[in-house]
């Protein structure tokens, strides 16, 4: 931190008290001051590189080559990922697996290859090493996908980490997505991406970055395949990318380049290779199934900012009731707290929380607690006496509490790298489980200062357990929320064992799907905002996170009529729908807006909530396959150049395209399909892909389409399931899965299989058995193709 940085500080609070600018400023220079007798220059540094390669060990799913100035391993795991990692380098430890390294593949084995270099040839893979450390990764075919340089070492001579730099190559067609939430996003184009974890500090919109979850995670698309790769370090760095260009017929291409550089940590990284599916299946095996949410998490929630009370809370419930607008969960602010201190209430606003949280769970809708990491360090809170007796609180070099500026006032940050910490603070979530809250939002958790937005609010230097490896900050930011999230879980298992917890989490990194699933933070009211909302949504599950969602209308200022329309249009689409209101009256409420949007509104949500079936089907086959719910258009088809270059559009599963309107103004708009049948799901119009058409999208819906021979589960109007089915193509089958979810707890719901096809000029639903078809045993609707006899 400079004095730069001390002025964007001041620059954060704005209008504030001169008490808090003062803390502000008192609190940039502290951190200043701790680095600064923390962290020794580097110095002179020198550089280094693998150099000739001297011997070769093979080993149980590959082995280790001895270079003249590093060594590498490398090692191929049952489930098909390829792990190799520099100078020893291991997969453990890990924050991002889920356990133990995965098994070795017995059948992969180093050998020699061509010019002196080695090669492991597995089945999904081969990888060959060139006699001076360049890696490259080929498809069983021989077709080269990546191709990672010899890397480089810039080692302090005095001692200390050593920064590390990786040049690859990927081939001229390939298109880069991943990296986390990024708003520029999800295909990302020539840049720059930093790796740390990042409150803006201010509504962001396209273009802004860092955010509030980066990772070091590539999926890289190209026509020869597929494939994931994740350099396994916390520590702060950069990507920078630039995508290749095939040769107007000169058969000269310039392939496409990534530049990974890292201020620390090991260079190991793991690569997938394959399908989408099977590369998103591999890397959830690999860091963990995403958590199954309960089902009042899949409709519709709502936040409100500002304080409020009890009083306010049942204004906010009875106008949708009143409305007719369904409503499954309220999230309380910090402004419940006690004096904005994480495990209080404020008993002046809401004297009777329990009670509350029981009135509204008869009425099918639940309470959301904001949690963050912060701690008020003042003695006679209980959180803090606690923690300070368990020595629970991140300390600097010189062995003394680090203090930072929070919302709570001058605070403290417990160790979420220590086991003991992580267990202390999963037990304090008792207190808001006895309060009623049924699930938790965590906040501020990068972590970032209240005041010093775009900065972490502990030092560079501050010393973390790193589950006690021992390091400092610039390891463990990066994974702090993730930690965090991890306690949260754990303790809502011990504590509720039969429910399934919710939390969601501003900030994360790779494996954090295990958790919970996150939000999007502060994306800024505009049309560009509604833009990135579904850029960090399709992005994050690209990387494993297939939970997440922005709030509709965004921050800042109140939106149009038409933006919010539109955005809950989009919202009601997404995994997490969660609509945002000021404490202002009649700022932001669907009935705020008019009798017309108010419509809208009630027909957006009615819609969410027929597909809520759908949506917990989608879930269930994220726990066991890793696939996201929203997906990008190419997800089936990779190799279709056009649709890798689609932004606009995406698959909810396999059965439905939602196009959503990004511009104000717009009736209509043209949208991109895939190969196949498709059918409005408004007009029932068959469109035939893959090509461009133009349809009607007036304000009252955005387009969706359904792929022929789909079958749907949905919630009829007596909330029984139904199975909404659309004729297959002629000549042609098509079929879906149904998993029937009670809602909660952790009895495994089983899969239905069904089929659909055409028999003497009728559609035939069956249900698939061990025994051959059997009827459906839920009333099932065919759409599609009017005045034809269904046979179900």
């Known amino acids: ?19 808090q600018r003062l803390r502000t400023m008192r609190a940039a220079w502290r951190r200043r001051r701790v680095d600064a007798a923390g962290l020794p220059p580097r110095g002179v540094e020198r550089a280094r590189v693998p150099g ?18 590093s060594e590498l391993r490398i090692l191929v795991t049952m489930n098909g990922a390829v792990f190799w990692g520099w100078d020893g380098a291991g997969p453990e430890p890990s924050y991002a697996l889920a356990g133990r390294c995965p098994q070795p593949d017995p059948r992969a084995v180093l050998e020699p290859d061509k010019d002196g270099g080695w090669r492991v040839v597995a089945e999904r893979v081969t990888i060959a090493v060139s006699r001076h450390g360049a890696v490259e990764v080929r498809t069983p075919g021989g077709v080269t996908l990546r191709r990672d340089l010899p890397p480089r070492w810039w080692e302090p001579v005095g001692g200390g980490p050593a920064r590390w730099m990786q040049r690859s190559e990927v081939s001229a067609d390939a298109r880069f997505f991943g990296l986390g939430g990024r708003a520029s996003g999800p295909r990302l184009r020539n840049g720059t991406y930093r790796l740390w974890n990042t409150g803006p500090g ?34 702060d760095g950069a990507v920078a990318l630039r995508e290749g260009e095939e040769g107007a017929g000169s058969g000269h291409d310039r392939a496409g380049r990534c530049e990974l550089r890292m201020d620390g940590g090991p260079l190991r990284c793991w690569v997938m290779v394959g399908t989408p599916a099977r590369v998103l299946l591999a890397w959830a095996s690999l860091t963990g199934a995403p958590a199954l949410p309960p089902a009042w998490a899949l409709g519709h929630q709502h936040v409100r900012r500002g304080v409020g009370g009890e009083r306010e809370v049942r204004r906010i419930v009875a106008g949708h009731q009143e409305h007719g607008l369904p409503l499954d969960a309220v999230h309380l602010g910090v402004g419940h707290y006690d004096e ?38 003042t003695s006679g809170n209980a959180v803090y006496d606690g923690g300070d007796a368990l020595d629970a609180f991140v300390r600097d070099a010189a062995g003394e509490s680090v203090q930072g500026v929070a919302r709570a006032g001058e605070a403290v940050y417990p160790d979420f790298t220590h086991a003991r910490v992580r267990k202390w603070w999963g037990a304090l979530y008792a207190e808001r489980l006895a309060q009623g809250f049924s699930g938790f939002w965590h906040d501020m958790d990068e972590p970032t200062s209240f005041t010093a937005f775009g900065e972490s609010t502990l030092p560079r230097s501050a ?46 990194w790779a494996g954090m799907q295990r958790y919970g699933g996150t939000s999007s933070g502060a994306v800024a009211t505009g049309w560009p905002g509604l833009r990135v909302s579904l850029s960090l949504v399709m992005g994050l599950g690209l990387c ?79 726990r066991r396959t890793g696939a996201p719910y929203v997906r990008p258009l190419w997800w089936s088809t990779p190799g279709d150049r056009v649709l890798r270059d689609c932004e606009d559009a995406f698959l909810l599963g396999d059965c439905l395209l939602v196009a959503p309107v990004l511009d104000p103004g717009a009736d209509r708009r043209a949208v991109q399909l895939p190969r196949g049948l498709w059918y409005d799901t408004a007009t029932e119009q068959p469109y035939e892909g893959p090509g461009q058409v133009l349809v009607d999208a007036p304000l009252s819906r955005i387009p969706v389409f359904a792929r022929a021979g789909a079958v749907i589960p949905v919630q009829g109007e007596d909330d029984r399931l139904e199975l909404e089915v659309w004729a297959p193509a002629p000549d042609r089958t098509g079929g879906g899965l149904v998993v029937r979810d009670r809602g909660d707890g952790w009895e495994e719901a089983e899969a239905e299989r069904y089929t659909t096809r055409w028999e003497d000029r009728r559609v035939v639903v069956e249900r698939e058995g061990r025994d051959g078809g059997h009827e459906p045993s839920c009333p099932v609707r065919v759409r599609g193709l009017a005045g034809r006899e269904v046979q179900a």
């Open 202 to 235: 201010r509504p962001f919109t396209a273009g802004d970055d860092p955010l509030h979850v980066t990772m070091p995670v590539q999926l890289v698309v190209a026509d020869a395949a597929t494939h994931l790769v994740f350099h396994d370090t916390s520590w």
């Open 1 to 19: 931190m400079d004095g730069r940085d001390v002025v964007r500080s001041m620059m954060a609070v704005g209008s504030a008290g001169a008490a």
């Open 463 to 508: 010393r973390h357990s790193l589950d006690e490896r021992g390091g400092d900050h610039r390891e463990a930011h990066n994974v702090y929320a993730l930690c965090m999230t991890k306690a949260a879980h754990e303790g809502l298992r011990e504590l509720a064992p039969q429910e399934r917890p919710f939390v969601l989490s501003r900030s994360g």
């Open 52 to 69: 000739p390669v001297q011997s070769a060990e093979p080993g149980p799913g590959g082995g280790t080559l001895q270079f003249s100035r």
């Open 544 to 622: 494993g996170v297939p939970y997440s969602g922005p709030d509709v209308g965004g921050f800042g200022r109140t939106p149009s009529p038409e933006l919010y329309v539109r955005w809950l249009q989009l919202g009601s689409y997404l995994p997490l729908l969660r609509t945002r209101a000021s404490l202002r009256a009649g700022d932001g409420e669907p009935w705020d807006f008019g009798t017309d949007t108010l419509e809208h509104a009630r027909v957006a949500l009615a819609g969410r909530r027929r597909l809520l079936p759908y949506f917990m089907t989608l879930a269930h086959l994220a």
């Open 340 to 377: 904005h201190q994480v495990f209080t209430v404020d008993r002046s606003r809401f004297p009777g929380l329990p009670g509350l949280a029981k009135e509204l769970r008869r009425d099918g809708i639940r309470l959301v607690s904001i949690v963050d990491p912060a701690v008020r360090a």
